[in-house]
């Protein structure tokens, strides 16, 4: 089945950095945009960055621009996103989603994993 | 950045009753909006996109309409499942960025 998983989240101080990763499965992984969304406890979801299936349209939000780098592997059929000068404010589960309409609306969401920034 | 907006905060129903929550973008967004229903402890789930188009597999109860920079989501009948937190989404095409309303809780009574 259509399915993404998540890895990489954890404890961090501030000021460190993690990597995501992100594996999907049960779909043509290339054929489809990929975002990562985070969303702290009880607050809306954010989308932080975005990465079409063609990589020539990329974005990030401003409160992760320049500390954040979404990547793509198509042959490992998995997204990543490089987190670095992490602050409290970036303490939120992070989900990586399918775009399949390429026009920025999510249908399949990964499980999400926690990144908690705190000394 | 576009800011959305939705109304109410929160909405206690009974089950069969018909349910309208409102989004308001603060500039258009033509007709790039969709909306989300998130329970508690689960991951968000798609319902409609390019504002009026209902995603896989949900329910025909669930409707979308409006553009520019009014939007509504109603729920024909109000379902025991339904209680969750629905949220708005819009998406820019270049740069591409999308934001997120706050949130309207249902609630049944």
């Known amino acids: 089945q259509v399915q993404l998983v998540e890895s990489g989240g954890g404890l961090v101080k501030p000021g460190g950095s993690l990597r995501l990763s992100c594996e999907s499965s049960?779909?043509?992984?290339?054929?489809?945009?990929m975002g990562w969304i985070r969303q702290a406890p009880g607050k809306r979801p954010e989308l932080i960055s975005y990465?079409?299936?063609?990589?020539?349209?990329?974005s990030y939000a401003d409160s992760v621009q320049g500390r954040f780098t979404i990547s793509r592997d198509n042959a490992q059929n998995s997204l990543y996103l490089e987190m670095n000068s992490l602050t409290a404010e970036d303490t939120a589960l992070y989900y990586c989603?399918?775009?399949?309409?390429?026009?920025?609306?999510?249908?399949?969401w990964g499980q999400g994993t926690l990144v908690t920034v705190s000394s | 950045e576009v800011v959305m907006t939705q109304s109410p905060a929160t909405l206690s129903v009974s089950p069969g009753e018909r349910v309208t929550l409102s989004c308001r973008a603060s500039?258009?967004?033509?007709?790039?909006l969709a909306w989300y229903q998130q329970k508690p402890g689960q991951v968000p789930r798609l319902l409609i996109y390019?504002?009026?188009t209902r995603a896989a597999g949900i329910p025909a109860r669930f409707s979308g309409s409006g553009s520019g920079t009014e939007f509504t989501l109603t729920i024909s009948s109000l379902q025991s499942e339904d209680s969750a937190i629905y949220y708005c989404?819009?998406?820019?095409?270049?740069?591409?960025?999308?934001?997120f309303g706050q949130g309207t809780k249902v609630e049944i009574k």
């Open positions: 989603a399918r775009d399949v309409t390429t026009r920025g609306f999510f249908d399949v």
């Open positions: 049960g779909f043509v992984f290339s054929d489809s945009s």
């Open positions: 990465l079409s299936r063609s990589l020539t349209s990329i």
């Open positions: 500039q258009s967004v033509s007709n790039n």
């Open positions: 390019s504002a009026s």
């Open positions: 989404q819009q998406f820019n095409n270049w740069p591409p960025r999308g934001t």
